[in-house]
């Protein structure tokens, strides 16, 4: 581990000119990202939840605000993302609690930086989601006397096989984490191959979804959402918003009365697949410009997707029908949604295996998506009892956040 920590320190040392060139072009991130991090004074411990992104802080913002409930009075809460998207989520959050969250950029795995931060915050817990396992952060909130637990943690078997190709980094890594809280049975046995800390089953904390209960009848009078079939499309990624022109023009010829809501995965598309609709003759308005009824409304603000999917009939979950991974289909399941999803779904599969062992999502390639909707349009009672069916699977789960909490209160 000295040897991996003098080396990080060797190439740190050489990328300090990048480091400045960052920090004058984004001076707020960057000095975030080396570890200049101005906490606000309290006189209560520190907790500090760490996750990657805005999919992982959303599972974690349930448990954090339960945590909050109970603990409030004697911790003060740093909540650290790797990605700026996730760190807005978090500013969110913080938002709704100024007096007790603080969120950070995370800091880069280098000494430098780590050292500083953790000065600078002292916590006396860490808590990692997943799999965000960064050596140097472990090896000094260790030295510092934080408690250190993985919770919602997932391994793969090619993970485990490269921890022990690099053991020499790792296996001292895991030995300063204090305990793991993982999703599933299989990502227990992998844990256990290579570390000797206690491991638990405490479940997914995706499933813990706290998602607001909408007025459907005032999203669909604002969004002028009149026509009784409507079809949520989220997420969509490059080569997919073809495949729902596709579904438009077939809907249409099948003379069915129908809506679309296309929410792009990235709105920075968004001039792209204006085109693409146009050039394909679909009658559209952008949310944030409708005025009448229309037969597809894109999405383009942030935030309005899970208002799409509450409102829906059918849900199609995207970045799944080309292989961008899938995005996570249990924000329609939330909503008691009938899913649909392409092939490709790596990124989740947890979620979709729980969906899909109880009859709750349905997995088809992407030449077959329109004959999949026009079938759940001519079934309304197949619609709602698979709405029901995933609906049920987010119930069954919901002790994943008393699971993990209780894992936390222990090392508190």
């Known amino acids: 581990m000295y040897a991996y920590l003098a080396i990080i320190s ?7 000119p990048f480091f400045i060139f960052k920090c004058i072009k984004n001076p707020y991130e960057w000095r975030q990202r ?3 991090i101005k906490v606000p004074k309290h006189d209560k411990k520190t907790i500090w939840f760490h996750a990657a992104s805005v999919g992982e802080i959303n599972a974690l913002i349930p448990l954090i605000e339960k945590f909050i409930e109970t603990n409030k009075d004697s911790f003060f809460v740093i909540i650290s993302t790797m990605t700026t998207t996730g760190h807005e989520r978090a500013k969110a959050l913080a938002a709704k609690y100024p007096e007790n969250i603080f969120p950070i950029m995370v800091p880069l795995d280098i000494p430098f930086a780590i050292k500083k931060a953790l000065k600078k915050i002292s916590p006396d817990v860490l808590v990692i989601s997943e799999t965000e396992i960064w050596p140097i952060l472990i090896h000094y909130a260790h030295k510092y006397s934080a408690k250190i637990l993985i919770i ?3 391994i793969s078997h090619k993970t485990v096989k490269s921890y022990k190709r690099f053991r020499f980094i790792f296996i001292n890594t895991l030995k300063n984490i204090d305990a793991f809280g993982v999703q599933t049975d299989e990502d227990m046995q992998r844990f256990s191959h290579i570390t000797s800390q206690p491991v638990e089953v405490t479940g997914n904390l995706k499933f813990a979804l ?3 209960e909408y007025d459907r009848n005032a999203i669909k009078k604002a969004w002028f959402l009149t026509l009784p079939f409507i079809i949520t499309f989220g997420s969509s990624r490059p080569g997919e918003e073809l495949l729902v022109a596709e579904l438009y023009h077939f809907l249409q010829k099948k003379k069915i009365d129908f ?4 929410a792009p995965r990235h709105l920075q598309r968004l001039d792209e697949i204006e085109k693409l609709l146009s050039l394909n003759k679909i009658d ?3 949310l944030s410009e409708v005025t009448s009824t229309t037969p597809l409304l894109l999405i383009d603000t942030m935030g309005d997707l899970t208002r799409g999917y509450a409102v829906s009939d059918v849900a199609l979950v995207g970045g799944s029908f080309y292989d961008f991974t899938g995005h996570n289909p249990l924000e ?3 909503f008691s949604k009938p899913i649909i999803m392409g092939p490709y779904y ?4 947890d979620s979709v295996s729980a969906l899909s062992s109880a009859g709750a999502i349905e997995i088809v390639e992407k030449e077959h998506l329109p004959g999949a909707v026009l079938e759940l349009y001519k079934n309304p009672h197949k619609r709602e009892q698979r709405g029901m069916k995933a609906k049920k699977v987010m119930e069954q789960n919901t002790d994943a956040l008393e699971k993990n909490l209780q894992m936390i209160e222990r090392f508190l």
Not at 259 to 262: G, K
Not at 346 to 349: E, F, G, V, W
Request: hydrophobic share 45%; aromatic share 16%; net charge positive.
């Open 10 to 16: 060797f190439l740190s040392f050489l990328l300090i």
């Open 34 to 36: 080396l570890g200049f």
């Open 152 to 154: 919602n943690g997932r």
């Open 210 to 212: 706290h998602l607001p």
């Open 259 to 262: 809506q679309i809501i296309l």
């Open 284 to 286: 559209f308005q952008k």
């Open 332 to 334: 329609p399941a939330y």
């Open 346 to 349: 790596s990124s989740c599969k």
